[in-house]
């Protein structure tokens, strides 16, 4: 009856397109998140509310439902019952080892400068307010503050001076997820660039995206493009560096690594081991789309060739309060302007969280950014209360 059966931790707006590409090749599909009616619940065959870094519950859905592929789609998981999980025969994507290595800033930082050898910034790691100041003192400043575990930017500052380290560890501390109060203070790079190379593990080898370029505010997305004009020389580089940190992480999936691209060199960020937010713009702008390909990459089938259809963009749709009272107005001037809208159908708004995106095409990236911005303008959020 199904072609197989995928659950995924974590059901956000990324988890929810997930969902959508999967029930596109007849999978079951269950989608599991901290609260109901989350984004890909609303297009899934079952749901399970829980704590993902509740072990007990974790391990209760997966023995209820017996997936086939346990599909990571948030950091903040039980990495340790994962690993238990992944030994006793479940397939957890793409490998609990990536899924462990990634959650904290630490563990996939170390992985990929000490044993990979790759290309970093300077960095060094603070438990305390006082070590945060040691570490400034290797790294220089100004230096980039952030909590080891977290998401979508959450709790990163930029420290210019050593009275600021202070106040960028308190700040990193109180915006981290779990228990654990560890920043990484790492050198400031004045990049050129900043890309993300979607990169696909997949029984047949790896394949890449066209680098996709983004703008980030308060360490989160708000614009995404394709492709991002990267020297050819310095994309081979990156794309070497995606080649092997993916391999050695192990598991077939879509992988979302990150870089600088400044003085000629591309240096590596940060890595995630699933579709990636930036990815968004794929929607419009390629063939299959970043969702698709994670996909087929872990069902094991096959993907001929990845197609950018033109020079792409997206620009994200942001509440700026708190609410669960609301409708959207403007789609109707955003669609006549040629964008495409993507609601996410959240159940609740919150300050600077993503609702929506707006994804546009042109005959440069530019102008498509342009249009992109522009639609996403057009939306507004009606708060009722």
């Not at 909590?147 to 420290?159: C, D, E, F, H, L």
């Amino acid at each position: 009856m199904y072609l197989a059966t995928l659950m995924l931790l974590g059901s956000g707006e990324l988890g929810r397109e997930v969902a959508i590409a999967a029930k596109r090749l007849g999978c079951r599909v269950i989608a599991c998140d901290r609260y109901d009616d989350a984004p890909a619940m609303q297009v899934s065959d079952a749901r399970e509310v829980f704590s993902m870094l509740d072990g007990a519950a974790l391990r209760a859905a997966v023995e209820k439902h017996r997936p086939d592929h346990i599909v990571p789609e948030i950091e903040a998981i039980d990495t340790a019952m994962l690993g238990e999980l992944e030994r006793e025969g479940w397939h957890v994507v793409p490998s609990a080892k990536a899924v462990q290595l990634t959650m904290n800033r630490d563990g996939i930082r170390d992985f990929a400068a000490k044993e990979l050898g790759l290309t970093t910034s300077r960095y060094r790691f603070a438990e305390t307010r006082e070590a945060a100041v040691a570490a400034a003192s290797t790294v220089g400043l100004p230096a980039v503050v952030k909590p080891v575990m977290s998401s979508s930017g959450k709790g990163q500052s930029i420290a210019r001076t050593e009275e600021d380290l202070g106040t960028a560890y308190d700040y990193a501390v109180a915006n981290m997820r779990g228990d654990r109060p560890r920043v990484i203070v790492e050198e400031f790079i004045d990049f050129d660039d900043e890309i993300t190379l979607l990169t696909v593990a997949t029984k047949d080898g790896v394949m890449f995206c066209r680098p996709i370029g983004h703008r980030q505010e308060a360490g989160d997305y708000r614009e995404s493009w394709q492709p991002a004009a990267i020297d050819v020389a310095v994309l081979a580089s990156a794309e070497e560096q995606a080649a092997r940190v993916v391999a050695a992480l192990g598991g077939h999936g879509l992988f979302g690594v990150e870089f600088f691209i400044a003085g000629g060199r591309a240096i590596f960020s940060e890595l995630s081991p699933r579709p990636h937010d930036t990815g968004m713009v794929t929607l419009i702008g390629q063939s299959p789309n970043e969702f698709e390909l994670h996909v087929r990459a872990i069902l094991g089938l096959p993907i001929p060739t990845i197609e950018l259809a033109g020079p792409s963009a997206s620009a994200v749709i942001l509440a700026d309060r708190e609410s669960r009272d609301f409708g959207f107005s403007g789609v109707d001037e955003a669609l006549a302007d040629g964008a495409e809208i993507r609601l996410f159908a959240k159940p609740n708004t919150l300050r600077n969280r993503r609702m929506g995106v707006a994804l546009a095409r042109d005959n440069h990236v530019d102008k498509a950014r342009a249009r992109a911005v522009g639609a996403a303008a057009k939306i507004q959020i009606d708060y009722r209360t």
